[in-house]
């Protein structure tokens, strides 16, 4: 099993529409979580870190579940500039290397 | 601000050869990771750096693949005898120390094609 897996999609919505990826990870040692943002052939961006909390930055809203292992990410109003692939990204302790899922394709269409 | 550098961006050479990729980290960032995406496919972890402790060397794929960090600051991800399979985006992340929080900043990537 994956440490970090993710649906790869790909997901094809329309403009405004709300879209949610999901991810799972295996290891419950496991301390900090990021969505990642990738667009085709560019170097993977910070779009969020995940806190157990919940938290929001714009028009997107990332949870954690930790008793579930489960990761979210929600988009709302989705933009024809939100199309790209999102990382699930998982770190182990403080100092640890990043575990990157294969990503989630999300194509907003016009 | 600057942000991570890498070079060269591109690097086409024949199998069997050695490639030398460099990368130039945030300044002040303590920590320093490579990886590299083969097409379709997603992020694999390489080496890790973190200061002056030992490098965690646990996601290099063969004895080909070598890095070093002099100074603290630049890196070098050395692969000898070059193979077809390592035709990928080989990307540097670096970070500061600190919370389990704090993300890692990407470079541009190089990307290695071995004919």
């Known amino acids: 099993r994956k440490e970090v897996e993710q649906d790869p999609g790909p997901f094809n919505v329309p403009e405004g529409a709300t879209v949610a990826f999901n991810c799972t990870y295996s290891?419950?040692?496991?301390?900090?979580f990021f969505w990642y943002r990738q667009d085709c052939r560019k170097e993977p961006k910070l779009l969020m870190s995940?806190?157990?909390s919940g938290n929001e930055d714009g028009r997107f809203t990332a949870q954690l579940n930790r008793a579930s292992q489960y990761i979210s990410l929600l988009i709302r109003d989705s933009k024809l500039s939100d199309s790209a692939t999102y990382l699930c990204?998982?770190?182990?302790?403080?100092?640890?290397?990043?575990?990157f899922g294969k990503g989630t394709k999300l194509s907003v269409k016009p | 601000g600057a942000g991570v550098s890498q070079s060269p961006s591109n690097k086409v050479t024949e199998k069997g050869k050695d490639v030398e990729l460099r990368c130039d980290p945030i300044?002040?960032?303590?920590?320093l990771y490579w990886y590299r995406q083969s097409l379709g496919q997603g992020l694999e972890f390489l080496i890790y750096?973190?200061?002056?402790?030992?490098?965690?060397k646990s996601g290099l794929p063969s004895d080909r693949f070598s890095a070093e960090r002099t100074g603290g600051s630049v890196s070098t991800l050395t692969i000898q005898r070059t193979q077809q399979e390592d035709s990928a985006v080989y990307l540097c992340?670096?970070?500061?120390?600190?919370?389990?929080?704090?993300?890692?900043?990407f470079g541009d990537g190089t990307r290695l094609s071995i004919l």
């Open positions: 992340a670096s970070s500061p120390v600190g919370t389990s929080n704090q993300p890692q900043h």
């Open positions: 990204v998982v770190k182990r302790g403080s100092q640890g290397n990043l575990i």
């Open positions: 300044s002040g960032h303590t920590a």
């Open positions: 290891n419950s040692a496991s301390q900090s």
């Open positions: 750096f973190q200061g002056n402790s030992a490098p965690d």
């Open positions: 995940v806190y157990s």
